[in-house]
């Protein structure tokens, strides 16, 4: 089966810390795609079935990558990890397959593309839109002069010192629910988009209605909703 690879994540928004953040790449099988309900499907693929091709893209991933670097971690239930000593990062190779949208089939745009991330253990597809993720934090930084981006990074840095237990994904979606208006970044106002950020923790520590309306970027999520 033909194989395709896409980044996501933080090195595509430029919200990465250079000392922490992962590298994500998509590991994606292209021969066929999944088609949102109610679409046609004008060409059925029948010659293989998808758990089985990709477990064995799995597979194949693991031992190339085995013959390549000393550090492989296969116990992820999405992905397998790798250290890059070169790079001295972490990569996540996280396996999917192709999700089209109704709109994507409309416009072409990638924004409406999707994929269906793959669960080995329990053998579930976990739909996801990374690249309206990917636009969206992009669109946000660039309105707020990088502000917005500033402000995750930080979160991401109290983080890394064990101040902060959240994923990067919920501690993205928590700056993208801040007004663009109170993000915006102009020379020496870093102390104000904190102040932003430290009020919306606050929001979202004592108000549960407001925590559970949080949503991700793509908008497809509520992270904080339990």
């Known amino acids: 089966f033909n194989r395709a690879y896409k980044t996501q994540g933080s090195v595509m928004t430029d ?9 994500d790449l998509l590991a994606i099988i292209d021969r066929y795609q999944f088609l949102e309900p109610g679409l046609p499907i004008e060409n059925p693929y029948t010659e293989t079935l998808p758990d089985d091709d990709i477990k064995s893209f799995r597979s194949q991933s693991i031992k190339i990558l085995k013959n390549v670097y000393d550090e492989v971690d296969t116990s992820g239930a999405k992905s397998i990890s790798i250290f890059n000593k070169s ?31 793959y669960e080995f253990p329990t053998k579930t597809k976990i739909k996801d839109y990374p690249f309206a993720h990917i636009n969206n934090v992009n669109h946000k930084g660039d309105t707020t002069n990088d502000g917005s981006r500033k402000g995750i990074r930080l979160l991401k840095n109290l983080k890394a010192d064990g101040e902060i237990k959240l994923s ?34 606050n929001l979202i520590l004592n108000e549960t209605n407001h925590r559970k309306q949080i949503t991700s970027p793509n908008g497809t999520e509520k992270p904080l909703e339990k």
Do not use: M, Q
Not at 15 to 23: A, C, E, G, M, R
Not at 93 to 117: A, M, P, Q, R
């Open 168 to 201: 990067s994904f919920h501690l993205t979606s928590i700056v993208h629910s801040i007004e663009n208006t109170s993000l915006v970044y102009a020379y020496g106002n870093e102390l104000l988009i904190a102040k932003a950020i430290s009020e919306e923790l």
């Open 15 to 23: 919200t990465n810390i250079k000392v922490h953040s992962d590298f």
């Open 87 to 117: 790079l001295n990062r972490k990569v996540d190779v996280v396996f999917c397959f192709w999700y089209h949208s109704k709109k994507f089939i409309e416009t072409g745009n990638e924004y409406y593309k999707g994929i269906y991330l």
